[in-house]
């Protein structure tokens, strides 16, 4: 049997556990795989912690080090399903567009979207990778980078959209200290011309930053000289709310 193979079998022998606890026979059943191939695989994964016997009980189960492994996972579509209540008040009380998005390399990943009633909105930015330094949530994403995360960032070719995007790691470095003391990013026609965000980070048990809620809408209106301090707190209010019910 190939390594690839033994590989993609093992899989399927996991896949067949994710209902367990089961025996040999029923996984080998729900694999399609041979009785004797499913032991030896079976036995493998038993040795490496990948699945467990219950005590007194000659089934299988998942085991501890799938559970570990899979706690690292960050499951965004849990997460829009949790964010999308909050999404919706924010475009209600803002008037305009609320979105959420996810770190994905060097890019702000949107992953869902709630628009304003506003005639006049923006499009939408389901599922559009931006780079993080043109955008206000790739921004918070920057400003809670390790050093050495930001810093081999800003070591590579950095695109100017608009005569606003900052390119100079100088710049960057400076804009993601503001963003970290002030708990929230704002990007005014950076990456594209007459779009302005604000975004503030979202994190889970330990800090760790993994995704962003953002509001944004047309410069020209966004945001009212009166009320930017308003965006502000029901913004950041908001990503505290998800990050609390993240770590509950």
Do not use: C
Not at 109 to 128: E, F, L, S
Not at 183 to 188: D, L, N, P, V, Y
Not at 208 to 236: K, M, S, W
């Amino acid at each position: 049997m190939s390594s690839v193979q033994s590989i993609a079998r093992a899989f399927d022998v996991l896949t067949a556990l994710a209902d367990g606890p089961l025996g040999v026979t029923e996984v080998a059943h729900r694999a399609g795989l041979p009785k004797s191939t499913t032991a030896r695989l079976l036995g493998t994964l038993l040795a490496e912690g990948a699945v467990e016997q219950p005590p007194g009980d000659s089934r299988y189960r998942l085991g501890a080090r799938m559970v570990t492994l899979a706690a690292g996972i960050r499951p965004t579509r849990s997460l829009v399903a949790i964010a999308r209540p909050l999404l919706g008040e924010l475009a209600t009380t803002t008037g305009e567009t609320a979105g959420l998005s996810v770190p994905d390399g060097r890019e702000a990943h949107y992953v869902d979207q709630v628009d304003t009633p506003n005639p006049i909105a923006v499009r939408d930015w389901t599922g559009t990778r931006l780079p993080m330094h043109a955008v206000s949530s790739g921004q918070v994403f920057l400003a809670h980078l390790p050093a050495e995360a930001l810093d081999a960032y800003l070591a590579q070719p950095l695109e100017r959209f608009t005569p606003r995007t900052l390119v100079t790691p100088d710049a960057l470095r400076e804009r993601a200290r503001t963003v970290a003391l002030d708990g929230f990013a704002w990007a005014r026609d950076e990456f594209i011309d007459g779009l302005s965000s604000v975004a503030a980070p979202v994190s889970v048990p330990g800090g760790e930053v993994v995704a962003a809620i953002h509001v944004h809408g047309p410069t020209y209106r966004f945001p009212a000289p009166d009320a930017e301090a308003e965006v502000v707190r029901r913004l950041v209010a908001a990503s505290a709310r998800l990050s609390s019910q993240l770590r509950g």
